[in-house]
């Protein structure tokens, strides 16, 4: 019985979990008694029981699949991404990246997500009651229990609706196969409401900040930041500009507390360049200086082998990751799969996914760039750390590390492979970034351009000015993060941007260059869509990478309809309630309308 695809062997949940981490000491145990007696009367019986299943719902939440949809639904339809090779081994990817998605191609299954969100809502049944009968278990745990698991749940579904539209929603836990599963699906509207609702009723429960003894705990759980983070980004979508730059000021200015902290503390790891503050117009941006004439820090703390060590510096940037472990095969832990396979590794020069030509022009180019700005000339580190373009492949998240030296050239170079090393294949353990820093900064940069007007009459043109000013001074700091220049010189010009329509521009480009190949782009693009009702820019962008058929996608994007996901037809077909998205049809067949 496998309805709405929430089911999940539902029976047992938390007992496949406590097998799973628990079976070496509970073998016999577990023996005797039936499985779903053992979660429903002896499981939830102390808080450490309630731990265990937290920690399942993150470890669910790093699977594969559910990394590999971050991917998927958040790049791979965008001009960031090709094919790469061996990419004719999923038929499935290969029809995404032609624009050509059905209601049979996999990944349009979100059972993963329901995976997380039906573990989420165990949890939120059953702690409670835990709390009534251990009193170890406190009403401050208690509170930020409950935080996570509604954080991480609306996480699942923000996903979701972001990917598909309209998806089932429901806040029960499904925990017996004869509880009714089959739902229609709830408005995206409706869906986004609650979230943010869900969120703001539990923002102030939430750990604001985990003790010094568990440093990876300040970025690989959920915080107070990587709620008022999600909020950010919720209120953006739902077009309320003002809450969205509430949220985003609340996270920053929590960053460059902790940055003062850092910096003040004797035993601090804090680094950063001598005028990394003029760098980044005051933003605790992680520095981009190595040392000398060496650049591409930033990578290394955020994208590549941070030991715990380092964890602090790591710290100063990210807000919320997926957090896997540095040498997974030898410790027995999960490996980065989904980038493992998708973007590559030691023994594939390209993944599944390339970089798209278009990406690749863009960086050759001397002029006339649309992705990169022609005033960074070649000084841009992003040019280097965001793909190798010499064997166009990507290369954010593949290699361990990066140096970029500026010493002997006019502009700088790349180290040779020989100095760089790649995580080895099935053994790729780089934490994946939900939130950082530079991510908000640039929503809002974003919310701020939406609050310009329009017009070129004086007070239009005085009304304009400080929000102007205020959204080019984000996405500058973030810019010039990434200039490999000891005196910088090169970098972007306020004057240049003077209108509503400039602005939201440079932030679509900085966020494009920025955050490259880290599952925003089509997010980006589908938002973009939804505020202006039409699909122009998503489609300007879609066509960037296509040589042939441009007519057809043309037509095929331009129903907004066509920009979200099919549901899958076995869930078509299991659950009555469901409507297809009308783009495709009855869910059945093999094309567009």
Same mark, same amino acid.
């Given at each position: 019985?496998?309805?709405?695809?929430?089911?999940?062997?539902?029976?047992?949940?938390?007992?496949?979990?406590?097998?799973?981490?628990?079976?070496?000491?509970?073998? @016999?145990?577990?023996?005797?008694?039936?499985?779903?007696?053992?979660?429903?009367?002896?499981?939830? =019986?102390?808080?450490?029981?309630?731990?265990?299943?937290?920690?399942?719902?993150?470890?669910?939440?790093?699977?594969?699949?559910?990394?590999?949809?971050?991917?998927?639904?958040?790049?791979?339809?965008?001009?960031?991404?090709?094919?790469?090779?061996?990419?004719? !081994?999923?038929?499935?990817?290969?029809?995404?990246? !032609?624009?050509?998605?059905?209601?049979?191609?996999?990944?349009?299954?979100?059972?993963?997500?329901?995976?997380?969100? =039906?573990?989420?809502?165990?949890?939120?049944?059953?702690?409670?009651?835990?709390?009534?009968? @251990?009193?170890?278990?406190?009403?401050?745990?208690?509170?930020?229990?409950?935080?996570?698991?509604?954080?991480?749940?609306?996480?699942?579904?923000?996903?979701?609706?972001?990917?598909?539209?309209?998806?089932?929603?429901?806040?029960?836990?499904?925990?017996?196969?004869?509880?009714?599963?089959?739902?229609? &699906?709830?408005?995206?509207?409706?869906?986004?409401?609650?979230?943010?609702?869900?969120?703001?009723? /539990?923002? @102030?429960?939430?750990?604001?900040?985990?003790?010094?003894?568990? *440093? %990876?705990?300040?970025?690989?759980?959920?915080?107070?930041?990587? %709620?008022?983070?999600?909020?950010?980004?919720?209120?953006?979508?739902?077009?309320?500009?003002?809450?969205?730059?509430?949220?985003?000021?609340?996270?920053?200015?929590?960053?460059?507390?902790?940055?003062?902290?850092?910096?003040?503390?004797?035993?601090?790891?804090?680094?950063?360049?001598?005028?990394?503050?003029?760098?980044? +117009?005051?933003?605790?941006?992680?520095?981009?200086?190595?040392?000398?004439?060496?650049?591409?820090? &930033?990578? #290394?703390?955020?994208?590549?082998?941070?030991?715990?060590?380092?964890?602090?510096?790591?710290?100063?940037?990210? %807000?919320?990751?997926?957090?896997?472990?540095?040498?997974?095969?030898?410790?027995?832990?999960?490996?980065?799969?989904? %980038?493992?396979?998708?973007?590559? !590794?030691?023994?594939? =020069?390209?993944?599944?996914?390339?970089?798209?030509?278009?990406?690749? @022009?863009?960086?050759?180019?001397?002029?006339?760039?649309?992705?990169?700005?022609?005033?960074?000339?070649?000084? $841009?580190?992003?040019?280097?750390? #965001?793909?190798?373009?010499?064997?166009?492949?990507?290369?954010?998240? /593949?290699?361990?590390?990066?140096?970029?030296?500026?010493?002997?050239?006019?502009?700088?170079?790349?180290?040779?492979?020989? +100095?760089?090393?790649?995580? *080895?294949?099935?053994?790729?353990?780089?934490?994946?970034?939900?939130?950082?820093?530079?991510?908000?900064?640039?929503?809002?940069?974003?919310?701020?351009?939406?609050?310009?007007?329009?017009?070129?009459?004086?007070?239009?043109?005085?009304? =304009?000015?400080?929000?102007?000013?205020?959204?080019?001074?984000?996405?500058?700091?973030?810019?010039?993060?990434?200039?490999?220049?000891?005196?910088?010189?090169?970098?972007?010009?306020?004057?240049?941007?003077?209108?509503?329509?400039?602005?939201?521009?440079?932030?679509?480009?900085?966020?494009?260059?920025?955050?490259?190949?880290?599952?925003?782009?089509?997010? $980006?693009?589908?938002?973009?869509?939804?505020?202006?009702?039409?699909?122009?820019?998503?489609?300007?962008?879609?066509?960037?990478? /296509?040589?042939?058929?441009?007519?057809?996608?043309? #037509?095929?994007?331009?129903?907004?309809?066509?920009?979200?996901?099919?549901?899958?037809?076995?869930?078509?077909?299991? !659950?009555?309630?469901?409507?297809?998205?009308?783009?495709?049809?009855?869910?059945?067949?093999?094309?567009?309308?």
């Amino acid at each position: 019985m496998r309805k709405l695809h929430i089911n999940l062997t539902l029976k047992g949940l938390a007992t496949l979990l406590v097998t799973t981490l628990l079976l070496s000491s509970c073998g @016999d145990f577990l023996e005797i008694e039936p499985r779903n007696e053992i979660v429903l009367e002896q499981f939830w =019986n102390e808080k450490a029981d309630v731990d265990v299943i937290v920690s399942g719902c993150y470890s669910a939440l790093q699977s594969r699949g559910c990394i590999s949809r971050m991917i998927i639904w958040g790049e791979s339809r965008s001009d960031n991404i090709a094919a790469g090779t061996n990419a004719t !081994n999923d038929a499935s990817l290969l029809n995404v990246l !032609n624009e050509n998605i059905t209601a049979k191609n996999g990944y349009t299954t979100w059972v993963d997500f329901y995976n997380v969100i =039906n573990r989420c809502n165990t949890v939120l049944k059953y702690a409670p009651q835990v709390a009534e009968i @251990d009193p170890g278990y406190t009403v401050s745990e208690l509170n930020a229990t409950i935080a996570e698991m509604v954080a991480l749940r609306s996480l699942s579904y923000f996903y979701l609706i972001r990917a598909f539209r309209d998806v089932p929603f429901s806040r029960e836990a499904f925990i017996d196969d004869d509880q009714p599963m089959d739902l229609p &699906a709830t408005p995206f509207n409706a869906v986004l409401d609650s979230l943010i609702d869900d969120l703001e009723s /539990v923002k @102030d429960m939430a750990i604001k900040r985990y003790p010094v003894t568990y *440093p %990876i705990y300040q970025t690989g759980r959920i915080t107070q930041d990587a %709620i008022h983070a999600m909020l950010c980004e919720m209120y953006l979508w739902k077009q309320d500009y003002s809450r969205c730059i509430e949220y985003a000021d609340k996270v920053i200015n929590s960053k460059k507390k902790l940055a003062e902290e850092y910096k003040n503390s004797s035993n601090s790891r804090y680094e950063t360049a001598n005028d990394e503050d003029n760098r980044t +117009n005051g933003f605790p941006l992680v520095s981009n200086l190595r040392g000398g004439n060496e650049y591409g820090q &930033a990578y #290394n703390y955020l994208f590549g082998n941070v030991n715990e060590s380092e964890s602090e510096i790591n710290q100063q940037e990210i %807000i919320f990751q997926l957090v896997f472990n540095n040498s997974p095969q030898s410790n027995s832990m999960m490996e980065n799969g989904a %980038i493992n396979e998708f973007y590559g !590794n030691s023994n594939v =020069n390209i993944g599944y996914m390339a970089p798209s030509d278009y990406i690749l @022009d863009d960086i050759a180019k001397t002029s006339g760039r649309t992705v990169f700005d022609d005033k960074n000339k070649k000084v $841009d580190s992003r040019l280097y750390y #965001n793909c190798k373009t010499d064997r166009k492949s990507i290369y954010k998240y /593949v290699f361990e590390n990066t140096s970029i030296d500026v010493t002997t050239a006019t502009t700088p170079e790349l180290e040779d492979d020989r +100095n760089l090393t790649k995580w *080895p294949e099935g053994q790729n353990g780089s934490n994946w970034i939900i939130y950082r820093l530079s991510d908000i900064m640039l929503m809002k940069a974003e919310a701020l351009a939406e609050q310009l007007q329009e017009g070129s009459d004086q007070g239009t043109i005085d009304f =304009n000015r400080p929000i102007l000013s205020q959204a080019f001074n984000l996405v500058n700091a973030v810019n010039k993060r990434s200039i490999c220049q000891n005196t910088l010189k090169d970098t972007l010009v306020e004057s240049d941007y003077v209108t509503k329509a400039m602005m939201q521009e440079l932030v679509l480009r900085e966020r494009q260059r920025e955050l490259m190949f880290e599952g925003k782009r089509w997010f $980006d693009l589908v938002r973009r869509a939804r505020r202006d009702g039409n699909t122009s820019v998503l489609i300007s962008a879609a066509l960037h990478k /296509v040589s042939t058929g441009s007519a057809l996608i043309s #037509n095929k994007l331009t129903k907004m309809d066509a920009i979200y996901w099919p549901y899958n037809s076995d869930e078509i077909k299991i !659950n009555t309630k469901l409507v297809q998205n009308p783009a495709f049809k009855s869910g059945e067949n093999d094309s567009y309308e």
